[in-house]
């Protein structure tokens, strides 16, 4: 049952009909199939919320949720993540505002606030990039005039760090999300960067050409590739046709796609010694591990995260 429910609300934010899944949550609510599931179908809602711009709803929802009960943050941590990140996003959005500042390395670089990515976007709001460990180890190893393709870029968090701080660098960014698409255009914009190559936005980055089915979740960011037939349809593109004159290095988040990828722009890798940062899921690192390196990919360097290691290799 559990299943099914949220499987109909994402169908149904998919294709923003947000009546609808508001309508699924508030039936599945009143059920009370259990306490826990009640209170993960009240996160869920106070997302479709904020996207709505209902933001005194959203407020409502996260203090009922976070006083109701002392462990929601033992028992649910992603669900009370969840709702501290809608409470000040909705405050921010509430007050007026839509562009939070982040200072880094002396700069202080612009991010537009949408509610519709409340895990990254509740940084930018307190003044930190998201994955701030990750954009660091790609500057420690990234030269001044490096070529950098960003292969999954989400609304730029990386790539305009990234362009701030290496101005005669040149960052290829690629995103099959249409909506993050237009976030990421408008973080380009308000940091008035020139050298971020945005003329591969709205595609999606394969080992060969065809087409991907996307279901687009309300929080951007947990968008994924469907079944053929579910979601719409993303036009997908062999890398091998779209890399420029060089690539120095790659930063890739493409959702599992990482190594066919890499199989298939393998003898331009080794061709340009590029460097490749990518996650690696700690419950399948050794695999991840041993594959790169069958691959003639030795480990330059890594951070350990909660979940995952991000790991950098080029060639041997």
């Known amino acids: 049952m559990h299943g099914g429910i949220l499987t109909a609300v994402y169908m149904a934010e998919n294709s923003e009909d947000f009546d609808a899944a508001e309508e699924i949550l508030s039936r599945a609510i009143k059920q009370q199939i259990s306490p826990g599931h009640t209170a993960l179908y009240l996160g869920e809602l106070a997302l479709v919320n904020l996207v709505r711009k209902r933001y005194d709803k959203v407020l409502d929802i996260c203090r009922s949720l976070l006083a109701a ?64 460990e990750e954009v660091e180890l790609i500057l420690k190893h990234m030269g001044e005039n490096d070529i950098v393709l960003d292969l999954g870029a989400n609304v730029g968090n990386h790539a305009i760090a990234l362009a701030a701080t290496r101005p005669d660098a040149t960052i290829h960014v690629f995103e ?4 993050t698409c237009k976030l990421l255009r408008r973080n380009i914009a308000l ?4 050298n971020i190559d945005a003329s591969n936005l709205d595609i999606a980055i394969g080992a060969e050409d065809g087409v991907l089915n996307m279901v687009q979740r309300i929080n951007l960011a947990s968008s994924r590739e469907a079944m053929e037939g579910v979601g719409p349809t993303v036009p997908k593109r062999a890398l091998r046709d779209l890399w420029p004159e060089r690539v120095d290095f790659i930063k890739m988040d493409v959702e599992g796609a990482e190594l066919s990828i890499i199989r298939s722009v393998l003898d ?7 460097k490749i940062i990518l996650e690696c899921y700690k419950s399948t690192a050794e695999r991840d591990f041993s594959d790169l390196a069958a691959l003639g990919l030795e480990q330059i360097d890594i951070i350990e995260q909660s979940a995952v290691f991000n790991v950098l290799v080029q060639p041997k």
Do not use: M, W
């Open 268 to 274: 331009l890798i080794r061709r340009d010694n590029t």
């Open 191 to 194: 940091n008035d960067l020139k």
């Open 176 to 179: 099959p999300i249409t909506k």
């Open 69 to 132: 009960t002392s462990d929601i943050q033992t028992q649910h941590p992603n669900l009370y993540l969840n709702l501290l990140a809608c409470q000040e996003i909705a405050r921010f959005l509430q007050a007026g505002n839509d562009v939070a500042e982040v200072p880094f390395q002396g700069r202080t670089l612009k991010f537009a606030i949408s509610g519709h990515n409340s895990e990254l976007e509740v940084q930018h709001i307190r003044q930190k990039l998201y994955e701030p």
